[in-house]
């Protein structure tokens, strides 16, 4: 009924609801700040981590992830509240374009939304808190701008740069006092790619045992894969042919066809044929003269044979993606039919020894000396596969920041240092701009200085106090100053090392404003009905 | 529903299954329906304007969605009351033919329906209002013709078109970088665009989303991008001067879509077929290649061997092109889409200055751009975004500013925005109303009011008191004659709209008075509603 009495009729399906103005509102705030809570304790050198347990039936359940990682968390929570999936899907975002500031992204647009509600309730409209904003981000994201610093890709400081950076990026992870020594891993691996940002060359192998130091960084390309029983095991100067093509046995691709014999010689004869076409296609392969030769389909016993017979090594049953490694690495093309072996030249691949590895327990395949020389491994070992599972996440996201910032080269000071920067401008600004949307500037700015609180906070230091100190020393003109995580002091983030890639922080900070105007602009919440589900 | 008795007391079966259904009739019904339209206006009636609030939408599924598109918005509500979807209709008819004013639209027929309302209670019959409402429709659309102005479209780089496209884009969540947006809408139409038969076909625009980045990074690219790769690893990533050959059949041996079988008894019979099989790509590559083509787009998938006979003879190929993509790259690079391999000839093949492989962010997702294409100047335009959300609703946004655009480019009237077109309409209706001497003039004059609510939402979605906004609008545009008087909203210190540049074109507000008023009428011809109970 409304207000006059009048019984209104229903509009909507029967289990749809419609929460509008205030209700709304409140909904998106509460689930927006509920899910930046939950992931802000992993934030910073001192974060916590958290253990996902799966739901639901199956033998998943018992599989856990033990993480540090925004975007992983965010990922495997499934919430209801809307909002809170703009959050997710932000962070989720972020990992795919930098792959770093996960946790930091979503953080920031919760703390810009409980800085919005305040404004709400001081009845300012939410339009004049966006409009606030996004003079508030342009501003934060020019003095960002301005305070990153460039260096020549090949000089030493740049080198310098990606050790550090690959460093501060590791601090917040499981593998901290390990981190000079992954952080150096990573640059190593990153700067064997020449500034392609093909992720795919570096491959990352997990096997459980061993510690954590005893990861390593091969040069070659390791497939996971064995070399067949009766070939042999070590093969220098070796000429490679990658196929992908049936070895198992032919099947005929015109359709409809169909073997109808009448007699028992009849069915010889076809089965003769058949090896035949198969010996005919080996011989084929034979005529390219390889030395290995690396099916992806998996190889059958007889033409397995006949190829070992010529002194083949024969490694069946690659997946695609290694099979697409391995072509990369050693420069071979990937076949299908083999009626030119006089490409022969063009179409191999080289590498100067294949040889078969053990790694812990498992026998693997090593490609040393490769014609491209960009691919190469990083072995993981650790006491769990949780262990391991949680370092891969941790690599790769300081990979792609490095890879991030050789693309971009631009850096800033880490430490909190970008995010104070970034307030102290928006309150510079907040003093020059007329009308209400100052206090929306204001709060921009406290929301920013939230980051480095929170970091604070989860190292257990006292945080009120120094961020005060942070920002006097800031005004005082030290630009360098930042959060030393280790003695709970404000440290010179130049003599600490505590460098973060501008793109990383840019990304986050647009994504987040972005998601967090989304969010303020709504003012009605529609929740069509779920749909019915057939119970299996 | 009530039931009919005969002399004995046995009940008449009028209707089939009579006893669950229900029935509403006469004023019951009116009011009803009206009540239940009301309701669809009243949660948009706050999107409307620049300063509007959008609307959170979440689907059966659980996918979260967020805009300010009218028509999007009613259509995501699933809404089951039977009148409340014909103004859901209502949006989207206006997004068909119009493409923008979707939420205006339907906020009228809302004020309209609201003013029918208190009518009824007067008891003036509903044919009567339909009727008033009719001959004020007409006199407002009269008026609206006679304010609206020509705009040169040419002038100073398109200046008026931009600012259009500003005036969509005012009210989206996308509005902070409206100029830049608004300037690749202007440009993305004006290279379809055919300026002599004063046409332009949207089909050329293509709008791709890619989440990354922020709406800044949004671009415009000369060409087609299509969401695909090179179907071999290792095929060439880049072909300049491109011949394409758009095949719609599949590089695999043919399957007669006759049931058939073929019979293998003996052993040559099986090495004929395996020579049969192998010719076949061996054929169907060397007529792609013999045709003069160095690229090779096909809808259907290709088998493992004759993707590497491609790649053997440096003929980069592309699989799995979706139809609609086929038919644009059709149509920019003027190739022939060739269902056979037999037909290849080299007058089939589409032109392309360079086509290469792009790739985005860390998860090594790739696409592919054909640019300077021959025929027409098909055009793309990338939008990023921090979430999938954004990127949806700047979707949406551009799609708005590019029809309005396009309405512009056929008809260069424009009218005035921020609700001074509106207001102008309403007084004029006002003065014709006195001249009418029957009931219908109160229904005229209430039409005027519901048109007066257009100004007097925008205000109060603006944080104005909306009384007093409208008031002195009104009699500024009285004293001072000026139709161009409308809502402050930006609080720019100008009530000229014109001064403000706030243009909207005369086809998109016609339509939405017109359209608003059908509706309208309609509803108010329904007196009987007879539905299933349960429903």
């Known amino acids: 009924m409304d207000i006059v009495g009048n019984v209104l009729p229903q509009v909507l399906k029967d289990e749809a609801t419609e929460d509008k103005g205030e209700m709304a509102r409140l909904q998106s705030f509460v689930g927006a700040i509920a899910v930046a809570d939950l992931v802000k304790t992993t934030l910073g050198p001192k974060g916590m981590d958290k253990i996902l347990k799966p739901t639901g039936p199956g033998q998943e359940m018992t599989h856990i992830t033990v993480t540090n990682d925004g975007a992983t968390i965010l990922r495997s929570m499934y919430v209801e509240n809307p909002a809170a999936k ?49 003079i508030a981000r342009d501003v934060a994201l020019k003095r960002l701008r301005d305070i990153s610093s460039e260096n020549d890709i090949n000089s030493q400081e740049f080198h310098d740069d990606l050790v550090k950076i690959a460093r501060t990026t590791l601090s917040s992870k499981l593998i901290t006092t390990d981190r000079d020594y992954f952080a150096d891993l990573c640059v190593k691996a990153v700067l064997r790619l020449k500034g392609s940002s093909n992720l795919d060359y570096i491959q990352i192998i997990k096997l459980p045992g061993g510690t954590i130091r005893d990861s390593y960084l091969d040069d070659g390309f390791i497939l996971k894969k064995q070399i067949t029983i009766g070939c042999k095991r070590r093969i220098e100067n070796a000429k490679i042919l990658v196929a992908n093509t049936a070895m198992d046995y032919d099947k005929i691709k015109i359709y409809g066809t169909k073997v109808k014999v009448n007699s028992m010689d009849k069915v010889a004869e076809i089965e003769a044929a058949e090896k035949e076409k198969m010996k005919h296609k080996v011989d084929k392969i034979l005529k390219y003269q390889p030395t290995v030769f690396v099916n992806r389909q998996l190889i059958y016993n007889y033409p397995e044979q006949l190829l070992a017979d010529s002194g083949i090594t024969v490694i069946e049953h690659a997946d695609f993606e290694g099979m697409e490694r391995v072509a990369a690495a050693t420069g071979a093309e990937i076949l299908s039919t083999f009626d030119a072996p006089e490409r022969s030249a063009q179409v191999l691949g080289h590498c100067d020894l294949i040889e078969e590895i053990m790694i812990g327990e498992e026998k693997m395949i090593k490609f040393s000396g490769c014609k491209k020389n960009e691919a190469c491994t990083i072995v993981l070992r650790g006491a769990s596969t949780h262990i391991l599972d949680e370092v891969d996440r941790s690599i790769h996201d300081a990979l792609c920041v490095l890879i991030t910032t050789v693309k971009n080269r631009r850096v800033v000071w880490g430490g909190g240092n970008s995010e104070m920067q970034m307030a102290a401008a928006c309150e510079e600004e907040a003093k020059k701009v007329q009308g209400k949307q100052a206090f929306a500037i204001e709060a921009f700015a406290r929301a920013l200085r939230q980051i480095p609180t929170i970091i604070c906070d989860n190292g257990g230091y006292d945080s009120a106090e120094l961020i005060q100190n942070f920002k006097v020393e800031l005004q005082k003109g030290n630009q360098i100053c930042g959060l030393n995580m280790t003695d709970g002091t404000i440290g010179n983030m130049s003599e600490l090392g505590v460098k973060e890639c501008l793109r990383v922080k840019e990304q986050a900070l647009m994504a987040a404003s972005e998601a967090a105007e989304l969010i303020m602009r709504v003012d009605d919440i529609v929740k069509c009905a779920p749909r019915k589900r057939e119970r299996a | 529903m009530s039931l009919a008795f005969d002399d004995y007391g046995r009940p008449y079966i009028i209707l089939r299954d009579q006893g669950q259904k229900k029935r509403m009739k006469g004023l019951e019904a009116y009011k009803s329906n009206i009540l239940a339209a009301k309701a669809v206006a009243n949660t948009l009636q706050s999107s409307l304007g620049p ?109 008026a078109l931009i600012q259009a496209a500003c005036t969509a884009l005012g009210s989206k969540v996308v509005s902070k970088r409206k100029r830049e947006l608004g300037k690749i809408a202007v440009t993305a139409v004006l290279d379809v665009a055919d300026l002599k038969r004063k046409d332009v076909n949207l089909d050329l625009i293509k709008i791709q989303t890619k989440t990354g980045g922020s709406v800044e990074d949004t671009r415009l690219i000369s060409g087609i991008l299509i969401d695909k790769d090179m179907s071999h690893p290792q095929m060439q990533k880049e072909v300049k001067d491109a011949k394409i050959c758009l095949l719609t059949c599949p590089f695999e041996p043919p399957k007669p879509k006759t049931k058939h079988n073929i019979n293998i008894s003996s052993a040559e019979d099986y090495k004929k077929l395996y020579q049969q099989e192998q010719q076949y790509f061996v054929e169907m590559v060397k007529l792609v290649k013999d045709s003069g083509a160095n690229i090779a787009l096909c809808q259907w998938g290709f088998d493992d061997e004759a993707n590497h006979l491609l790649l053997q003879n440096d003929l980069p190929a592309v699989r799995w092109v979706s139809g609609t993509d086929v038919e644009l790259i059709a149509m920019a690079t003027g190739a022939r889409i060739i269902p056979r391999f037999q037909e290849i000839t080299p007058e089939k093949l589409g032109k392309a200055g360079c086509i290469k492989e792009v790739q985005f962010g860390t998860s090594n997702e790739r696409m592919l751009v054909i640019e300077n294409c021959q025929c027409t100047k098909a055009v793309t335009i990338l939008i990023r975004g921090g979430s999938q959300m954004i990127v949806d609703e700047a979707k949406r946004s551009i799609h708005d500013a590019i029809c309005v655009i396009r309405n512009l480019i056929k008809d260069n009237r424009i009218v005035y925005g921020g609700g001074s077109a509106e207001l102008a309409c309403a007084l004029q209706v006002l003065q014709y109303a006195d001249e009418v001497s029957s009931v219908e003039q109160y229904a005229v004059r209430s039409f005027a009011d519901a048109l007066e609510g257009i100004p007097c939402c925008l205000a109060d979605n603006c944080g104005l008191n909306p009384i007093t906004s409208v008031a002195q609008a009104k009699s500024r545009q009285l004293t001072e004659k000026n139709p161009r008087i409308g809502i402050d909203c930006m609080e720019l210190g100008t009530s000229d709209m014109k001064e403000q540049k706030i243009y909207e074109t005369l086809s998109s507000k016609k339509q939405q008075i017109q359209l608003a008023t059908q509706v309208v009428k309609m509803i108010l011809k329904i007196d009987d509603v007879i539905a299933p109970d349960d429903y």
Request: hydrophobic share 40%; charged share 30%.
């Open chain 1, 86 to 134: 703009i959050l997710i899907e932000i962070s989720k975002t972020q990992d795919e374009e930098v792959g770093d500031g996960t946790t930091t992204v979503a953080v920031l647009a919760g703390e810009l939304l409980r800085e919005g509600e305040k404004l709400i309730q001081k009845r300012i409209h939410p339009q004049h808190v966006i409009a606030g904003w996004r």
């Open chain 2, 51 to 159: 300063k509007g609030m959008d609307k959170m939408l979440v689907s059966p599924d659980g996918d979260v969605s967020v805009t300010n598109d009218g028509a999007t918005i009613v259509e995501k509500m699933e809404i089951q009351h039977p009148t409340a979807k014909l103004l859901v209709e209502l949006s989207q008819s206006q997004d068909a033919e119009i493409g923008d004013g979707t939420t205006g639209v339907v906020v009228l027929a809302g004020k309209l329906l609201e003013q029918a309302l208190t009518l009824l209670d007067k008891g003036i019959h509903p044919l009567k209002i339909s009727d008033g409402f009719d001959r004020a429709c007409d006199v407002a659309i009269k008026h609206l013709e006679s304010i609206a102005e020509e705009i040169d479209i040419q002038a100073n780089d398109h200046e």
